[in-house]
């Protein structure tokens, strides 16, 4: 098997060994110098889209380049996963990895050995959708219990949706799965279908739901009785969570944890137990986001990014009383998905927050202090992947899944 080893030193010089028949071959593919003091963590960023529009605080876009200063290795362990969307370890340390097709797989943990799991309801695969996101129940080592999003097809068109379903004691079935929560309306289309999932301390799920992009479904981000563009906190049985912010608001659908959102495919909780949510913008205007309970996060109203024709986003405004701002925001996009917070064994890396980016082709680090961004750095960027998913693996490695099928694992020197 072709395998990849990418160095990474503590003169930030980064070397490709890639071993192939019995041949090695070591090619330098990036050696750009740290960032000097005040400087954007990449050139690339003084390409603005929307060069009017003020940020609403010192530090909330643009902020100075962050570099990492001890070494790590960078290594492919499998590149053959077909389009896989989310990540996650299993107790005994090795993945559970979706596949957007409509199934799962378990690789072990040095990626090399992998089985499928089926049984799955039908999925809708047309452009975005598919087989998403993945959670384990808190409790998966007394149930077997998995959680996963789906886009699922249904006369009219498809929608956002939640199953669960017992992983068979062979690991090759998923056994009585069910639909516990539907994120209607349904919709013809096959764009932002969100979707992440993350249990609270409590044993409730985080839902995140796409406004599914259309301009005829937009303004149902607003619209807090229909479940797009929401982060919704249900029971493992899909109902609404105990203590939700509108259980008794007649206006509002109790399942909604906070609205306003567009298509947010990254959510992690931090070690202080918030949830943090990452969203793509139009062009310009990705955001991070801290999640309040019962908080309008703006979209489709208010947003740093514009049309992808350029227009002004309804009436271009990026700031409004009764809406929350952005942690952070970029401009030009960087199309993040799946973001996690790392607790693993790159010291400087603890508790920062790490986004994988799609078209953005790389892997940011954010460097966060009181919930406010001070440091961001762009990696793997010499890659040119899509990274679909990242995971804080529980073996202290930071892993990364990309849309042409690769695992990566970086791991401290
Ligand atoms: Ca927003």
């Given at each position: 098997?072709?395998?990849?080893?990418?160095?990474?030193?503590?003169?930030?010089?980064?070397?490709?060994?890639?071993?192939?028949?019995?041949?090695?071959?070591?090619?330098?593919?990036?050696?750009?110098?740290?960032?000097?003091?005040?400087?954007?963590?990449?050139?690339?960023?003084?390409?603005?889209?929307?060069?009017?529009?003020?940020?609403?605080?010192?530090?909330?876009t643009?902020?100075?380049?962050?570099?990492?200063?001890t070494?790590?290795?960078?290594d492919?362990?499998?590149?053959?996963?077909?389009?896989?969307?989310?990540?996650?370890?299993?107790?005994?340390?090795?993945?559970?990895?979706?596949?957007?097709?409509?199934?799962?797989?378990?690789?072990?943990?040095?990626?090399?050995?992998?089985?499928?799991?089926?049984?799955?309801?039908?999925?809708?695969?047309?452009?975005?959708g598919?087989?998403?996101?993945?959670?384990?129940?808190?409790?998966?080592?007394?149930?077997?219990?998995?959680?996963?999003?789906?886009?699922?097809?249904?006369?009219?068109?498809?929608?956002?949706?939640?199953?669960?379903?017992?992983?068979?004691?062979?690991?090759?079935?998923?056994?009585?799965?069910?639909?516990?929560?539907?994120?209607?309306?349904?919709?013809?289309?096959?764009?932002?279908?969100?979707?992440?999932?993350?249990?609270?301390?409590?044993?409730?799920?985080?839902?995140?739901?796409?406004?599914?992009?259309?301009?005829a479904?937009?303004?149902?981000?607003?619209?807090?009785?229909?479940?797009?563009?929401?982060?919704?906190?249900?029971?493992k049985?899909?109902?609404?969570?105990?203590?939700?912010?509108?259980?008794?608001?007649?206006?509002?659908?109790?399942?909604?944890?906070?609205?306003?959102?567009?298509?947010?495919?990254?959510?992690?909780?931090?070690?202080?137990g918030?949830?943090?949510?990452?969203?793509?913008?139009?062009?310009?205007?990705?955001e991070?986001?801290?999640?309040?309970?019962?908080?309008?996060?703006?979209w489709?109203?208010?947003?740093?990014?514009?049309?992808?024709?350029?227009?002004?986003?309804?009436?271009?405004?990026?700031?409004?009383a009764?809406?929350?701002?952005?942690?952070?925001?970029?401009?030009?996009?960087?199309?993040?998905?799946?973001?996690?917070?790392?607790?693993g064994?790159?010291?400087?890396w603890?508790?920062?927050?790490?986004?994988?980016?799609?078209?953005?082709?790389?892997?940011?680090?954010?460097?966060?202090?009181?919930?406010?961004?001070?440091?961001?750095?762009?990696?793997?960027?010499?890659?040119?992947?899509?990274?679909?998913?990242v995971?804080?693996?529980?073996?202290?490695?930071?892993?990364?899944?990309?849309?042409?099928?690769?695992?990566?694992?970086?791991?401290?020197?």
């Amino acid at each position: 098997m072709k395998s990849t080893i990418l160095t990474i030193t503590s003169a930030a010089v980064l070397s490709i060994l890639a071993s192939c028949n019995g041949t090695t071959k070591t090619t330098t593919v990036n050696n750009t110098p740290a960032p000097q003091s005040g400087q954007l963590p990449n050139p690339e960023m003084n390409k603005k889209h929307s060069p009017d529009y003020q940020p609403a605080f010192e530090g909330q876009t643009r902020i100075e380049g962050a570099r990492t200063k001890t070494a790590y290795q960078v290594d492919v362990i499998n590149e053959k996963l077909e389009k896989p969307w989310g990540i996650i370890n299993l107790p005994d340390g090795r993945f559970l990895i979706t596949a957007k097709a409509g199934y799962m797989s378990i690789l072990s943990a040095d990626g090399k050995d992998v089985k499928k799991i089926e049984g799955f309801p039908e999925v809708d695969t047309k452009a975005q959708g598919g087989l998403l996101d993945v959670a384990l129940d808190p409790d998966f080592s007394n149930n077997r219990m998995i959680y996963w999003t789906f886009s699922e097809p249904v006369e009219g068109g498809n929608h956002t949706a939640v199953g669960k379903g017992k992983l068979s004691q062979d690991e090759k079935r998923v056994e009585n799965p069910q639909v516990i929560f539907r994120a209607t309306p349904t919709y013809d289309g096959d764009k932002h279908f969100g979707s992440r999932l993350v249990f609270d301390k409590d044993g409730n799920l985080f839902v995140s739901t796409g406004e599914r992009s259309d301009l005829a479904t937009r303004p149902l981000a607003q619209n807090t009785m229909a479940y797009l563009g929401k982060v919704l906190k249900i029971t493992k049985e899909g109902k609404a969570a105990a203590g939700n912010p509108f259980l008794d608001n007649v206006k509002y659908k109790p399942e909604i944890y906070s609205y306003g959102h567009r298509n947010p495919q990254g959510l992690a909780m931090d070690e202080k137990g918030q949830l943090w949510e990452a969203e793509m913008g139009p062009m310009g205007g990705d955001e991070v986001n801290l999640i309040k309970p019962g908080k309008n996060y703006g979209w489709g109203d208010v947003t740093y990014g514009l049309e992808y024709s350029g227009k002004k986003v309804g009436a271009g405004i990026q700031q409004k009383a009764g809406t929350e701002q952005p942690v952070y925001y970029w401009d030009p996009s960087i199309s993040m998905s799946g973001i996690t917070f790392y607790t693993g064994n790159m010291e400087e890396w603890k508790n920062n927050l790490f986004l994988g980016c799609l078209s953005g082709e790389k892997i940011i680090r954010l460097v966060i202090k009181d919930n406010k961004v001070v440091g961001e750095e762009w990696l793997l960027t010499d890659q040119k992947e899509r990274f679909r998913d990242v995971l804080d693996g529980s073996d202290g490695n930071l892993y990364g899944i990309t849309d042409s099928g690769k695992l990566y694992r970086i791991s401290k020197k």
